[in-house]
């Protein structure tokens, strides 16, 4: 099945692929909304998207069918900017192919992808794994880094000049952005990073 909000590379694709004996081509849609609908109908084993599919996109696109049984591997094919291929592997894509490459790639890596392989260009895998702290708001970087002084949350109240009911709004959001269940976590957590980028 094929994704693609253009028209003209929606029909340049179709032909391309219902020319290709080892392909089957089940149905086409211009939205991620119209994709969904269709994957939910019928068996789609490899789905082409581009990256952004109105109006959801691609990255939303993928995580919503992930929770779905049977759903169909995604191979994002779109323009190789920025870190389209980095981001389309951390959504879940099963392959990236570029827009600039030769249209055999494509086809390859969709009969790869369909296989259980996953296919990207090469991607420095470090860099999937996210800092959490590069996660947090201005204001929760600031709030960990005086969490982390044994603040009380009367004294982040006044530090900050934000209620007390603000600090805690702040901090639930913090622990579950740092993946931990209270202060003495979180706290842990920041000298903890800041060791492994050498600050301390």
Same mark, same amino acid.
């Given at each position: 099945?094929?994704?693609?909000?253009?028209?003209?590379?929606?029909?340049?694709?179709?032909?391309?692929?219902?020319?290709?004996?080892?392909?089957?081509?089940?149905?086409?849609?211009?939205?991620?909304?119209?994709? *969904?609908?269709?994957?939910?109908?019928?068996?789609?084993?490899?789905?082409?998207? !581009?990256?952004? *599919?109105?109006?959801?996109?691609?990255?939303?696109?993928?995580?919503?069918?992930?929770?779905?049984?049977?759903?169909?591997?995604?191979?994002?094919?779109?323009?190789?900017?920025?870190?389209?291929? =980095?981001?389309?592997?951390?959504?879940?894509?099963?392959?990236? &192919?570029?827009?600039?490459?030769? &249209?055999?790639?494509?086809?390859?890596?969709?009969?790869?992808?369909?296989?259980?392989?996953?296919?990207?260009?090469? *991607?420095?895998?470090?860099?999937?794994?996210? !800092?959490?702290?590069?996660?947090?708001?201005?204001?929760?970087?600031?709030?960990?880094?005086?969490?982390?002084?044994?603040?009380?949350? =009367? #004294?982040?109240?006044?530090?900050?000049?934000?209620? #007390?009911?603000?600090?805690?709004?702040?901090?639930?959001?913090?622990?579950?952005?740092?993946?931990?269940?209270? =202060?003495?976590?979180?706290?842990?957590?920041?000298?903890?990073?800041?060791?492994?980028?050498? #600050?301390?």
């Amino acid at each position: 099945m094929l994704g693609d909000a253009n028209p003209l590379m929606l029909a340049a694709m179709s032909e391309l692929f219902e020319k290709d004996r080892r392909f089957s081509l089940v149905a086409t849609a211009a939205t991620a909304e119209g994709f *969904l609908g269709m994957v939910m109908r019928m068996p789609v084993q490899v789905g082409v998207i !581009d990256w952004n *599919l109105p109006a959801l996109g691609g990255a939303r696109l993928i995580d919503v069918l992930r929770t779905q049984a049977n759903a169909p591997r995604l191979v994002v094919y779109a323009e190789d900017t920025g870190d389209i291929p =980095r981001k389309a592997m951390a959504a879940g894509a099963a392959g990236f &192919v570029s827009r600039s490459g030769s &249209v055999e790639r494509l086809l390859e890596t969709c009969v790869a992808v369909a296989k259980g392989q996953m296919v990207f260009p090469f *991607l420095d895998i470090r860099s999937l794994k996210q !800092d959490p702290i590069e996660a947090l708001s201005p204001r929760e970087k600031t709030l960990l880094e005086a969490l982390s002084k044994g603040l009380t949350n =009367r #004294e982040l109240s006044k530090e900050l000049e934000i209620s #007390e009911n603000t600090v805690k709004f702040h901090l639930s959001n913090l622990f579950e952005k740092l993946d931990v269940k209270n =202060r003495a976590q979180a706290i842990a957590f920041f000298y903890a990073n800041r060791a492994s980028r050498g #600050e301390m």
